[in-house]
C-alpha cells in the first residue's frame, strides 16, 4: 500500500483565516510600523504562529502565516510551496488562501501537488526516503496578502528512543521579515520534564548573558510571543542565540538508556552467521593481523548507506542483517565491528561523535541527538584508537590506520559522561619529503620524492585512483611551480611550455604500515628567477609550513581549530654557478619553540648551492583561543620570516672570467 504524505485539511483552518475576522488583522495596515517596512520594500508578516507539540510517542509542527506579496521572487516562492518529510512524517495542509481587495480568496482548489523522491547528496551514499512535496498554486497575483496553515506531524517507531528523549533548536528569526505578530510555543505533552537552556544571548555590550534555564513540565508550555517585531541578524564574529528545549536528562541516564538497547545487539555467536569470516580471521598469523582483516572486512565490503530516520531511532540493524546483505548505517556497520571484535577477545566500545558540532558538545544540552555519527573505540595493548567504520579508503594495522580528529564523544557505556580527546600528534611523520633541483646553464633536472603516512597515504592512493595520470601530473607540476616560485616569471597557462619528461610513480605501497611512496621528475626550462638583474633559485613550501588561518580568525564564540601534520622535509638546490654563502637569507637557521608548536631549520652551504633540513611539529584535534592564540599566531610568524625553505643567489661571472671562458 503507498504511503499518503499529505493530507487536505481544511476543517483544520484556524478564526483568522477567516472573512469574518480578518479585518481584526488588516487593520495594521493602517499603522506607522507596517507603513515603515511597506516603504522600505520590506516584506510585512501580518500574524506568524508557530507551535511545537512535543508528545510521547510523536511531534507535531504546526505553521500558520499570513504575508504580503510585495516582491516577484515571494510570490514565485509562494507559489511553488516545497516541504521535506521524512518517511514517518505527514503534512496536513489547513489553509492556501490569499486576500485580494479584502476579499479571502480559498485556492485550495487550484492546488497541484507533487510527491518526489528527495536526495539530499546525489554524491554520497543518501538513504533516508525523504520526499519533497511540492505545492503548485495557480493564479497568485503581486501585492496579494497569502494564508498558509499546516502541520506535519512525526509519529514514532514503538522501538525509538525518540519516545524517552526529545529535543528541539529555535533560532529566532532574521531581519527578512517584519512581524504584526510573531508567536512560537513549544507544548509539553511527553510525560516528563523538559529543560530550557538559553545560548550565546547578550547584553547591551556584547556580552553573552549567563541565563538560568527554565523547567517545562508535563502539560506545560514556553511561550515567545511579539508585537511589531523585526528578527536580529547576528553581527560579524558572533553566533546566533538559540534555545535547546531537551528532556531533562543527564549524560550518565543517557547512556545508561542507549546502552540498554544495543547489549541485546552485541550478544550473538558471530561463527553462527559468519563461519567463512571466523575461518578466515583463524587462519591469520596474529591478532594484529586478526584485527587489520576485521576493519577491513567492514570498512570495504559492508556498503555504507546513510539512513537519517534509522540515526534518530538509534536502535542499529543487527550484525547478522548487516552481514548478510552486506550493506548499513553508520552504527550498522560499527555493531558488526564490535561483534566481530568481541570475537577476537578486543576491547572496544561504540560512540558517539558529531564531526560538524564537535565544539559545541559542551554547550548543548545533554541529548542523544547531539550526535550524527556513530564510530568504535579499541583498546588494544594499553592503547586507545577510535576506528571510523564507513572509511572505505583506509589501510594498515591498527596503530597505522587514519586518526581523524574530534574533541568529544558519547560512550555507550552505562554511566558515562561525555568525554575529550586530547590533542595529539602524529605517532610518526605523516609526510616526509626530499625535493632535488640540479641547475646546468638554463636547465634544471627536479627530483621530487615523497613518504606519505595514514590520512595522507589513503588521500593519495584515492587520487591515484579517481584522477588520471595526466592531470596528477599537472597538479604537481603547479606545486613546484608555485614552490619555486615561478609565477613571478610566467603565467600558470604557461607551465607546459617550460615543464619537460614531467612523470609521476607510485614507487612503493605498503598498505600494512599504511606508507605510500612516490617520485615525481621534470625537466623544467629558464628555472632561475631574475630581480635587479640577479638570478635567484628558490623552494618554498607554504602548503607544508604555514597555518595562515589562525592570525584570520576573529570570531568571538568559538575556538581557532588546528588539525595539522608532523612533516619531515629535505630541499637540495645545486647549479653549475657560484652562489652568494655569505647572503643571511640562504644562512638563515632557526629553532622555533612554543606550546601549540616546533620548527627546527638548519642548513648545508657549499660553493655551488645549498641543503635545507625542516622538521615542523603541529598538533591535530587542537582547540585554542585568548593568549594561547595570540602565542600559537607568534610562532606561525616566525615560520613565515624565511623560516619555510630556502634560496640561493648566483654570483653572477664577471667581465675578466667571461673573457676567459671565451679564451677557453
Known amino acids: 500500500m503507498t504511503k499518503e504524505y499529505y493530507f487536505i485539511k481544511p476543517e483544520l483552518s484556524s478564526p483568522e483565516t477567516k472573512q469574518e475576522n480578518i479585518s481584526s488583522w488588516l487593520d495594521t495596515q493602517d499603522t506607522d510600523f507596517y507603513n ?28 500558520s502565516m499570513a504575508y504580503t506579496l510585495n516582491d516577484p521572487n515571494m510570490l514565485n516562492s509562494a507559489a511553488k510551496t516545497n516541504f521535506i518529510l521524512a518517511e514517518d512524517e505527514v503534512l496536513y495542509i489547513h489553509t492556501l488562501s490569499v486576500i485580494r481587495d479584502g476579499k479571502v480568496i480559498d485556492k485550495i482548489n487550484d492546488i497541484n501537488v507533487k510527491v518526489l523522491d528527495y536526495v539530499r547528496d546525489e554524491n554520497q551514499a543518501s538513504f533516508n526516503d525523504e520526499k519533497k512535496v511540492t505545492v503548485l498554486i495557480r ?17 514514532y517507531e514503538e522501538s525509538s528512543i525518540r519516545n524517552q528523549f526529545f529535543r528541539w533548536i529555535y533560532s529566532a528569526p532574521n531581519s527578512y521579515w517584519a512581524y504584526g505578530k510573531y508567536r512560537f510555543e513549544l507544548k509539553n505533552e511527553t510525560g516528563q520534564n523538559l529543560e530550557t537552556n538559553f545560548h550565546y544571548f547578550r547584553d547591551e555590550a556584547g556580552a553573552i548573558l549567563d541565563k538560568e534555564k527554565v523547567i517545562i513540565e508535563n502539560s506545560q508550555s514556553y511561550t515567545i510571543e511579539k508585537e511589531d517585531y523585526i528578527g536580529n541578524d547576528p553581527k560579524e564574529f558572533e553566533l546566533t542565540p538559540f534555545i535547546d528545549f531537551v528532556t531533562e536528562k543527564t549524560y550518565p541516564e543517557i547512556t545508561k538508556a542507549i546502552s540498554d538497547v544495543y547489549q541485546k545487539f552485541y550478544q550473538v555467536d558471530l561463527a553462527s552467521f559468519a563461519g567463512d569470516l571466523v575461518s578466515e580471521l583463524d587462519a591469520l598469523p596474529s591478532l594484529k593481523h586478526k584485527i587489520r582483516h576485521a576493519i577491513d572486512f567492514v570498512q570495504k565490503e559492508i556498503y555504507y548507506l546513510y539512513n537519517e530516520t534509522e540515526m ?8 547478522e542483517v548487516t552481514y548478510q546483505t552486506k550493506q548499513g548505517d553508520c552504527k550498522a556497520k560499527t555493531v558488526l565491528l564490535k561483534v566481530i571484535l568481541d570475537y577476537l577477545e578486543v576491547d572496544s566500545e561504540l560512540i558517539l561523535v558529531n564531526y560538524g558540532s564537535d565544539v559545541f558538545l559542551p554547550v548543548y544540552t545533554p541529548s542523544p541527538f547531539n550526535f550524527n555519527h556513530a564510530i568504535l573505540k579499541v ?10 567504520a564507513t572509511m572505505s579508503s583506509d589501510q594498515g594495522f591498527l596503530a597505522n590506520r587514519q586518526r581523524n580528529s574530534f574533541m568529544y564523544y558519547l560512550e555507550i557505556k552505562p554511566g558515562t559522561e561525555l568525554q575529550k580527546q586530547e590533542p595529539f600528534q602524529d605517532r610518526t611523520p605523516s609526510v616526509e619529503e626530499i625535493f632535488r633541483c640540479d641547475v646546468k646553464g638554463n636547465e634544471a633536472e627536479v627530483v621530487f620524492e615523497r613518504k606519505l603516512r595514514g590520512g595522507m597515504a589513503n588521500g ?11 592531470d596528477i601530473v599537472n597538479r604537481y607540476n603547479f606545486a613546484i611551480y608555485s614552490n619555486m616560485t615561478l609565477y613571478k616569471k610566467y603565467e600558470e597557462n604557461e607551465i607546459d611550455k617550460h615543464f619537460n619528461n614531467t612523470s609521476i610513480q607510485i614507487v612503493e605501497d605498503n598498505k600494512e604500515m599504511n606508507e605510500i611512496s612516490l617520485v615525481y621528475k621534470a625537466t623544467i626550462t629558464d628555472p632561475y628567477i631574475v630581480e635587479n638583474k640577479k638570478r635567484f633559485l628558490h623552494f618554498w613550501s607554504w602548503g607544508n609550513f604555514i597555518d595562515d ?7 568571538k564564540d568559538f575556538p581557532y581549530w588546528v588539525d595539522r601534520n608532523i612533516i619531515k622535509m629535505e630541499i637540495h638546490l645545486t647549479t653549475d654557478h657560484s652562489i652568494d654563502q655569505t647572503d643571511s637569507y640562504t644562512r ?24 635545507c633540513y625542516l622538521e615542523y611539529r603541529p598538533y591535530h584535534n587542537l582547540t585554542i583561543s585568548g593568549k594561547d592564540l595570540e602565542e600559537y599566531i607568534k610562532a606561525n610568524k616566525k615560520v613565515l620570516d624565511s623560516n619555510w625553505g630556502i634560496g640561493i643567489d648566483i654570483i653572477e661571472d664577471g667581465l675578466f672570467k667571461k673573457l676567459g671562458k671565451l679564451f677557453k
Open 460 to 470: 593519495s592512493r584515492e587520487m591515484f585512483k579517481n584522477e588520471s595520470n595526466k
Open 379 to 388: 583498546t588494544d595493548d594499553n592503547q586507545v584508537y577510535f576506528i571510523d
Open 588 to 611: 638563515q637557521e632557526c629553532d622555533i619553540k612554543s606550546k601549540y608548536l616546533n620548527h627546527r631549520v638548519t642548513k648545508k652551504i657549499h660553493k655551488n648551492g645549498a641543503s
Open 36 to 63: 515603515a517596512q511597506i516603504a522600505q520594500e520590506r516584506d510585512y508578516c501580518f500574524w506568524c504562529d508557530i507551535v511545537e507539540t512535543a508528545k510521547t510517542n510523536s511531534r507535531e509542527s504546526y505553521i
Open 312 to 319: 534518530d531511532g538509534h536502535e542499529p540493524q543487527a550484525a
Open 139 to 155: 493564479d497568485l497575483h503581486l501585492n496579494d496578502i497569502f494564508l498558509i496553515e499546516t502541520t506535519i506531524e512525526r509519529k
Open 549 to 555: 588561518g589562525a592570525e584570520k580568525h576573529f570570531h
